[in-house]
């Protein structure tokens, strides 16, 4: 009897078999580097809105920063000095300032709120006049003014070391 060569199929072939292997490699090999090219587009794409973030956040404790410190030096002004109404009347527009502030971050919204506080309190501890009166009344209303303003002074402290940690992260 004869031996029989007749081919099973076709594109059976060991050559066939390879170029196909390889064929399924390569397209393995394509989706592998187009998955982590998605994922490092996805991963710039969070560093760079982190960043943004970081940088406006920056500029908000800027503003907020120079304020407290405007406040600050008009407080080391008035320290130990009994003060007016009047004598206090600069320091109202700051305290408009703090108050309201429209671009400032939440985790420091406690701190301004208790400046804010603070700065209400000392502004009502203004004396009518230091020339009439009793002279005790007087003295019992600047030594409510100091606790006041050392108060202010406090909350001023914690806003401005607040700021501080929020910088550093």
Do not use: W
């Amino acid at each position: 009897m004869l031996p029989s060569h007749t081919v099973l199929a076709i594109g059976t072939s060991a050559g066939t078999l390879i170029v196909g292997a390889i064929g399924a490699v390569i397209g393995m090999a394509a989706l592998t580097v187009s998955v982590l090219l998605y994922r490092h587009g996805l991963r710039v794409l969070h560093d760079t809105r982190t960043a943004r973030a970081i940088d406006r956040l920056g500029d908000d404790l800027n503003d907020i920063d120079t304020t407290l410190r405007q406040i600050y030096e008009k407080l080391c002004e008035f320290a130990q000095v009994p003060c007016t109404t009047g004598d206090l009347a600069s320091l109202r527009q700051l305290r408009t300032q703090i108050s309201t502030p429209a671009n400032a971050p939440e985790a420091m919204r406690t701190e301004l709120r208790e400046v804010v506080e603070g700065f209400t309190s000392y502004l009502s501890t203004g004396l009518p006049s230091l020339t009439n009166g009793d002279r005790r009344q007087q003295l019992e209303r600047a030594m409510e003014q100091e606790h006041a303003r050392m108060h202010l002074h406090t909350a001023i402290v914690k806003a401005q070391q607040k700021s501080r940690a929020l910088r550093k992260g």
